[in-house]
């Protein structure tokens, strides 16, 4: 019995920290002096259930030069579009900071 209650809480436990947001949607755009990726995904609640509450990301590189000679100076960080001054080193964290702003998951 006690070996039961033991696993139970360690499902449940790894059940309620663990991020379940759904990508909507994601994409680059812009080709010459500036690019950005963009990503959105839909929050999920504690039970599991898709919400209605999206979260949007995004990042940016600047670039110089045509053809070969372009150079681009690295990706910023992600950033929550709701609060753009924190970056983030991936999306997937970004997502997850996001969504537990908006007490989901």
Same mark, same amino acid.
């Given at each position: 019995? /006690?070996?039961? @209650? ?20 994601? /994409?680059?755009?812009? /080709? ?15 039970? *599991? ?7 949007? @990301? ?6 110089? *030069? ?7 100076? *690295? ?26 702003? @908006? *007490?989901?998951?």
């Amino acid at each position: 019995m /006690k070996k039961l @209650l033991t696993a139970f809480v360690l499902v449940m436990a790894t059940a309620l920290s663990a991020n379940a947001y759904q990508v909507m949607s994601s /994409k680059e755009l812009g /080709k010459n002096d500036a690019k950005n990726q963009n990503v959105v995904v839909k929050c999920t609640t504690d039970l *599991g259930k898709l919400s209605n509450q999206t979260c949007s @990301l995004r990042r940016y590189v600047k670039c110089t *030069g045509t053809g070969t000679k372009k150079t681009c100076s *690295g990706w910023q960080g992600w950033r929550d579009l709701r609060n753009p001054e924190k970056q983030y080193s991936d999306w997937k964290t970004a997502a997850s900071s996001c969504c537990r702003a @908006l *007490g989901l998951r």
